[in-house]
């Protein structure tokens, strides 16, 4: 990759993270765009990325999850405010998967939240500009808060093996962080909070550089002191990912999706005290009914060559019914898996219809997801 003239085609605004040449250096080929930065995209063959994170471990610089930290006396008041979920249990050293939702009831974006201390949060985000959303809502929100983008950058750290490591690199109090937790810790000066989250759906943690400064040295400490013990320079895997049936914004759902499509029920909690934004909206929905559900299903056929990364039509009778939003082939399952939208009335398990891959027209059948360790034991460290 001839780094100077590639990366000039994305132009100046987009930014670098604190670990950019440190990927580099450690065998980067390819990045993409992801919350206005350079997210690495590739390490080499990615379904030996795949291998590598379900059967050693990986270090993913994942700085693109930008922070929007929302602090002050009011700060419990304005989160609960912006996201449908009830957060009156969310304790301090906690984390939470929620939903930022506009007035019609639309997902805007759905990060992890974490409550650093009694009047401070960050919300942890996939990819939309959701810093100038919370600004706009401040504006006549009538609460007090301070509402920034602070100096935080995260590495993920996933695999089976992440907990040796991350203990070989830290110490054996990381057995003390619980399953979307999150503890401050200072590494050789460099502050840090770490959490046992992470997008990947095994095992893992996510370490917050708090000082940009710090990014080459933080990389290449744990790489010497992971690679030993089977830690490798990787990147988010997108087969993984289906997996497990987690969601990519933008690529599974935007503003137009709602969370009863998606069967996020238990994000929204219609009966709690507090008039969050969308909750008339939703009101509205659950009594109307959803039109149309977010499925599982199995393609029939060869193996996919590469995961599809566009929107295509699902096909009954010759009639466009539908559409596939993520696909790939699963090296472990041996098949074939997507995710996608069909009506209510074809979304039931069982429903078979088609669609085109790869300029060949395949059966897909709907069925259950998450595709692999539905029950997520293997993230939340269950697993045998």
């Given amino acids: 990759m001839d780094n100077k003239n590639s990366l000039n085609t994305f132009g100046t605004q987009i930014r670098k993270s604190p670990f950019f040449n440190a990927t580099l250096k450690s065998g980067c080929t390819g990045f993409s765009v992801y919350n206005h ?20 471990a990986i270090l993913c610089d994942v700085s693109v999850e930008r922070q929007v930290q929302i602090s002050g006396p009011d700060a419990s008041e304005f989160v609960q ?8 249990n969310l304790e301090i050293g906690q984390a939470k998967y929620v939903m930022i939702l506009s007035e019609e009831g639309g997902i805007i974006n759905d990060p992890v939240l974490f409550r650093l201390d009694s009047n401070q949060y960050w919300l942890s985000l996939s990819d939309s500009d959701v810093l100038l959303w919370a600004k706009g809502v401040k504006i006549n929100s009538g609460l007090n808060v301070y509402i920034t983008e602070p100096d935080v950058s995260p590495l993920q750290l996933q695999g ?24 401050k810790f200072d590494f050789d000066n460099i502050p840090l909070v770490i959490s046992r989250t992470g997008w990947s759906s ?10 940009q400064k710090f990014g080459d040295q933080l990389w290449n400490r744990i790489m ?9 320079p990787g990147h988010t895997s997108t087969i993984r990912r289906i997996e497990g049936a987690m969601l990519s914004y933008i690529a599974d759902m935007d503003i137009n999706n709602n969370p009863f499509e998606l ?16 909750k008339t909206a939703l009101i509205k ?46 090296p472990r399952l041996e098949k074939n898996i997507a995710m996608g939208y069909l009506p209510i009335e074809y979304s ?18 709907v069925i259950s997801k998450p595709f692999y360790d539905p029950n997520k034991n293997i993230a939340k460290g269950l697993e045998n």
């Fill in 37 to 56: 930065m350079y997210i690495p995209r590739s390490f080499g063959d990615p379904v030996q990325n795949y291998w590598n994170l379900i059967n050693h």
């Fill in 81 to 88: 405010l912006l996201t449908s979920r009830n957060l009156k």
């Fill in 160 to 183: 089976p093996k992440s907990k040796v490591i991350m203990k070989s690199v830290f110490g054996n109090w990381i057995d003390n962080i619980k399953y979307y937790h999150h503890i």
């Fill in 202 to 211: 095994e095992l893992g943690y996510e370490i917050f550089l708090q000082d």
């Fill in 224 to 232: 010497e002191i992971g690679e030993p013990l089977g830690l490798f």
């Fill in 263 to 278: 069967g996020l029920d238990r994000l929204v909690d219609l009966k709690m005290n507090y008039n969050f934004i969308g």
């Fill in 285 to 330: 929905i659950k009594n109307n009914g959803i039109k149309k559900k977010f499925c599982g299903f199995e393609i029939d056929g060869e193996p996919l060559s590469k995961p599809n990364d566009e929107h295509l039509e699902i096909l009954y009778n010759s009639k466009n019914v539908g559409f596939i939003t993520s696909a790939v082939f699963s």
């Fill in 348 to 365: 039931a398990l069982g429903f078979v219809a088609n669609a085109t891959f790869e300029g060949k027209i395949r059966n897909i059948e």
